[in-house]
Antibody, heavy 117, light 108 residues
Framework: QLQLQESGPGLVKPSGTLFLTCSVS??????????WGWVRQPPGKGLQWIGG???????YYNPSLKSRVTISVDTSRNQFSLRLGSVTAADTAVYYC?????????WGQGTLVTVSS | EIVMTQSPATLSVSPGDRAALSCRAS??????LAWYQQKPGQGPRLLIY???TRATGVPARFSGSGSGTEFILTISSLQSEDFAVYYC??????????FGQGTKVEIK
């Protein structure tokens, strides 16, 4: 059974960079037809797709975040990562890593990242 | 960007009753629509894709219908474990993939 697990700092300072990693177990990122992506959910709010990457390294980003986002993949470690720069309080959210092509399945359990000084 | 609008924001239902949740797209998405269930403290769970196909392990009391711009998720007889927030999501003309704002199904 494919499982995804997020990891990274839970607190980031304003104007700093958020960095999260997703570890994939129970399956391989390499050769997969799927995208490996990130979705976030501000406290008490809905879901926003951030971006996704194919195992070969072709990323797609949400246009609203594109200037600040980088998603990368490390097939040797079966991991992919999210980097979000110039963060503000509006970036405070639970960040989920996901596998997707059209729909999103499965999801990681999520990790709360708070932007605060 | 395709905007997904869900209604109502909150639905109060008694256990055993039927619930119907609505999702509207700002432009046609064909049958390229998925539904998710999210319980407190958990990541969303895929319920329906292709507007009407249940994901693996999803009980038959969950059904999806619609195409184009209007979609419905029906829960035929609500069980205690079904009280949660439900989201729709399109996958037509991506990126971006976008979600509705969610409908909370609460106990009446």
């Amino acid at each position: 059974q494919l499982q995804l697990q997020e990891s990274g700092p839970g607190l980031v300072k304003p104007s700093g960079t958020l960095f999260l990693t997703c570890s994939v177990s129970g399956g391989s990122i390499s050769g997969s037809r799927y995208y490996w992506g990130w979705v976030r959910q501000p406290p008490g709010k809905g879901l926003q797709w951030i971006g996704g990457i194919y195992y070969s390294g072709s990323p797609y980003y949400n246009p609203s975040l594109k200037s600040r986002v980088t998603i990368s993949v490390d097939t040797s470690r079966n991991q992919f990562s999210l980097r979000l720069g110039s963060v503000t309080a509006a970036d405070t959210a639970v960040y989920y890593c996901v596998r997707h092509f059209d729909w999103f399945d499965p999801w990681g359990q999520g990790t709360l990242v708070t932007v605060s000084s | 960007e395709i905007v997904m609008t869900q209604s109502p924001a909150t639905l109060s239902v008694s256990p055993g009753d039927r619930a119907a949740l609505s999702c509207r797209a700002s432009q046609s998405v064909g049958s390229n629509l998925a539904w998710y269930q999210q319980k407190p403290g958990q990541g969303p769970r895929l319920l329906i894709y292709g507007a009407s196909t249940r994901a693996t392990g999803v009980p038959a009391r969950f059904s999806g219908s619609g195409s184009g711009t209007e979609f419905i998720l029906t829960i035929s007889s609500l069980q205690s474990e079904d009280f949660a927030v439900y989201y729709c999501q399109h996958y037509n003309n991506w990126p971006p993939w976008t979600f509705g704002q969610g409908t909370k199904v609460e106990i009446k």
